[in-house]
């Protein structure tokens, strides 16, 4: 176990880069599977998560070579073949259920168990399931394992009930090499949907209508090797952005993408930061009196979920009364509690948190619930004058590229410690 000492109170500067989407590599590696070529990832970030799924396909047999060094991830699934996976390595993330349809697809079959990941809600699998089986799959569930096998899948239209990302990438991948047309109506919008998209017609697919809520494969029966970039983490950007604003720092962030980012933008604009676009990069000068607002997470171009955390850090520090209403994860506030060891003054009802700023967080020991509850930490921990400790670091490892050599990039004193 390891953990994160930090001495904030610090003004930052200089620039920090942005890594590429974890949320758009994780399917991109998943739909490797559908070809018996080699793909080639650059850029890949060095993410616990990303180690997970390239280990999840090495158990099928998939020859997986990364590349550190110049960032380069090449798969080859020619030899790969359909087996039971790990059920470790699946309960560990929950992105590794995206192998299911690339699985099916391609040969028939597929058994994987329930998956794991960020304890933040129940987030089922029965949209996926659904989907799948309109296209023709026989599913079958057994201590805690999904069974799944269709002698040929066949395009159908599948109307998701709420517009969840994990189910529309995984009916993406099954549809691409199912027979004829699939429509899948009610899908989710976010980019990631639409650089798995771009991907997957690199190899010979054909989708259409990425990032709307109708998304049409066309089947094809066979797809090629590609080279690919994935697209830069908005999650990412974001952070950083609320890094500048909660030190009152001005930082350059380099690797950005201005539409992805305006759901996050336009809230940042709404509290008064100064933010300058110049192309992939933007410049934000957080030395400013920042107002309180009012958030309500959504699926996109709503205000993302995995931003609502960094969001409380902040607001925390706002004079006023600020509000967040969480409508995708029942149990996506369990950082509030951490964050009241610092000194917040956040109360709860039901999904609605409702946070009256004060003067400054106080340095003190916490412990990263999740993923995105632990960046909200080193934020708050970074703000305030003193020594905090941030304990199980292994939730930011999932999401954020060795974040402290970033950070420390910008004057911050960080340093990761062995418990």
């Known amino acids: 176990m390891q953990k994160f000492r930090i001495t ?6 200089g620039e920090i880069e942005v890594s590429s989407a974890k949320n758009s590599i994780l399917p991109i590696i998943a739909a490797t599977i559908l070809c018996d070529d080699e ?4 850029n890949f970030p060095i993410l616990e998560d990303v180690s997970v799924i390239c280990d999840v396909l090495r158990s099928l047999n998939v020859d997986v070579k990364a590349d550190v060094v110049d960032s380069i991830l090449k798969i080859n699934g020619k030899s790969m073949h359909s087996l039971n996976l790990s059920e470790n390595l699946i309960r560990k993330m929950r992105a590794s259920f995206l192998v299911l349809g690339p699985l099916l697809s391609r040969f028939g079959k597929a058994r994987v168990y329930m998956p794991g990941g960020c304890n933040i809600g129940l987030r089922p699998i029965d949209l996926h399931l659904k989907g799948l089986s309109a296209l023709g799959a026989d599913i079958s569930i057994v201590d805690g ?22 189910a529309t990438e ?4 099954a549809a691409t090499l199912a027979e004829g047309k699939t ?37 094809v029966k066979k797809l090629k090797g590609v080279r690919h970039v ?20 001005k930082i350059k962030i380099k690797g950005v993408n ?28 957080g030395n400013v009196d920042l107002k309180p607002i009012n958030i309500k997470t959504l699926p996109h171009p709503g205000f993302p979920t995995d931003m609502q955390p960094q969001f409380m850090s902040l ?25 009241r060891r610092m000194g917040a003054n956040i109360s709860i009802y039901d999904r609605v948190a409702v946070i009256d700023g004060v003067k400054s967080f106080v340095p003190s020991r916490v412990k990263a619930t999740d993923l995105r509850a632990g960046a909200a930490l080193i934020l708050a921990a970074l703000s305030c004058k003193g020594e905090s400790e941030i304990t199980d670091i292994y939730h930011i490892d999932r999401g954020y590229a060795q974040i402290e050599n970033k950070l420390k990039n910008l004057n911050a004193k960080i340093v990761r410690i062995d418990e």
Do not use: Q, W
């Open 145 to 166: 394992c999904v069974e799944i096998s269709a002698k040929k899948l066949i395009g159908s239209t599948v109307y998701l009930d709420f517009p969840s990302v994990g």
């Open 315 to 339: 607001l925390s520090l706002v004079s006023g009364t600020s509000t967040i209403v969480e409508t995708i994860f029942e149990n996506r506030f369990m950082h509030v509690m951490e964050l």
């Open 230 to 249: 994935p697209i830069y983490d908005r999650i990412e950007a974001g952070t950083y952005i609320a890094l500048a604003a909660i030190t009152k720092s």
């Open 170 to 173: 995984n009916l993406i991948m």
């Open 183 to 219: 429509v899948i109506e009610n899908a989710a919008k976010e980019p990631e949907i639409i650089d798995l998209a771009i991907f997957i017609n690199g190899m010979g697919g054909d989708i259409e209508g990425a990032g709307t809520s109708r998304i049409v494969i066309h089947g």
């Open 39 to 42: 793909c080639v990832i650059e």
């Open 8 to 13: 904030g109170g610090l003004s930052l500067k």
């Open 258 to 285: 201005e539409e992805y980012l305006r759901p996050i933008i336009s809230k940042f604009y709404e509290m008064g930061l100064k933010i300058n676009f110049d192309g992939s990069d933007i410049i934000v000068d």
